[in-house]
């Protein structure tokens, strides 16, 4: 089983300074703290415009993930 615990300090332990909701309605703010984007990472964009973008986007921490388990199980044939 694969864990990080990277977030936690990279995002804070809680979510306590972006509101989930604004105004009866998902915060994209929220949203970019939730995938591990920085804050305001979308914030040239309408609301709607903010949360296709989020919608469309990888968590950082996937391809990170995949980069380093394809390092280890196939690094070593590479480099002989």
Same mark, same amino acid.
Do not use: H, K
């Given at each position: 089983?694969?864990?990080?615990?990277?977030?936690?300090? $990279? &995002?804070g332990a809680e *979510?306590?300074?972006?509101?989930r909701l604004k105004?009866?309605?998902?915060?994209?703010?929220?949203?970019? &703290? *939730?995938?591990?984007?920085? =804050? =305001? &990472?979308?914030? =040239?964009? =309408?609301? !709607? $415009? !903010?949360?296709?973008?989020?919608?469309?986007?990888?968590?950082?921490?996937?391809?990170?993930?995949?980069?380093?388990?394809?390092?280890?199980?196939?690094?070593?044939?590479?480099? $002989?």
């Open positions: 089983m694969y864990y990080r615990t990277r977030g936690i300090e $990279q &995002w *979510l306590e300074s972006i509101a105004e009866g309605r998902l915060n994209p703010d929220c949203v970019e &703290w *939730l995938m591990g984007f920085p =804050s =305001s &990472w979308t914030e =040239s964009g =309408s609301r !709607r $415009q !903010r949360l296709m973008a989020l919608g469309n986007a990888v968590v950082p921490l996937i391809p990170e993930f995949l980069g380093e388990a394809i390092i280890n199980s196939f690094g070593n044939n590479y480099n $002989q």
